[in-house]
């Protein structure tokens, strides 16, 4: 795992908007198969695939509308690589993958983002503890929003809360650009329902096990 702290400190990590001094993928384990994996073995591991209705969104934002009103589904895998030959030579991460569905039996990929191994538990206790926005919002009760998000790698997952109704997020892309958006404003974002939050919790918990099941080996 030391190519792995390696390239964590690497001066290569992306941070977009045109940074002269960022450049290349934001996870660690992108720049290992990009930089240090070859010949690689790459593995994907399934975890849960999680419908995703239609929801209405708090505060009827301007522009989105729509957004809310699409059915899709979140894929949760686990990715590992591995340089042939070198099973101490690895390096593992979440992938989450965005669809949304136009027409039964056809979906279309929203966007795909990624997180780190090390990562990915802190994750699915956040995601847990958001429910409890639901109940009981976060911040001044004198705020007209509330967002609480876990954000790392090209992945963004979190809740927002306007004028005492909140919604669940999903998002995936370049974490500088998506956050100085306001969240309807990023395209590639499926909301959720909060009580459905529990079961994406859940398969990120999920994910996380297999992952320690992984390092073990």
């Not at 591995?82 to 690895?90: K, V």
Request: hydrophobic residues 45%; neutral net charge.
């Amino acid at each position: 795992m030391l190519v792995a702290a390696l390239l964590a400190l690497a001066p290569s990590i992306a941070r977009g908007n045109g940074d002269p001094a960022a450049s290349g993928p934001p996870t660690v384990f992108e720049r290992f198969v990009l930089s240090a994996c070859s010949p690689c073995l790459r593995e994907a591991y399934a975890v849960a695939t999680l419908p995703v209705k239609p929801v209405t969104l708090p505060g009827s934002p301007r522009g989105a509308g729509a957004a809310g009103a699409r059915p899709g589904e979140i894929a949760v895998e686990v990715l590992r690589a591995q340089q042939l030959g070198r099973g101490d030579w690895t390096s593992l991460a979440l992938r989450i993958t965005l669809s949304i569905t136009s027409n039964p039996g056809e979906s279309f990929r929203l966007g795909i983002g990624l997180l780190d191994g090390a990562d990915v538990r802190a994750l699915a206790q956040a995601v847990s503890e958001m429910t409890a926005l639901e109940r009981a919002p976060a911040g001044s009760s004198s705020a007209d929003s509330v967002d609480v998000d876990f954000h790392g790698g090209s992945l963004r997952i979190g809740v927002v809360r306007v004028r005492g109704e909140a919604i669940a997020y999903v998002q995936a892309g370049d974490l500088p650009t998506v956050m100085q958006r306001a969240v309807w404003e990023v395209p590639t974002t499926l909301y959720l329902r909060l009580p459905d939050l529990p079961a994406l919790a859940t398969a990120l918990g999920q994910a996380a096990a297999t992952i320690d099941t992984l390092r073990g080996r």
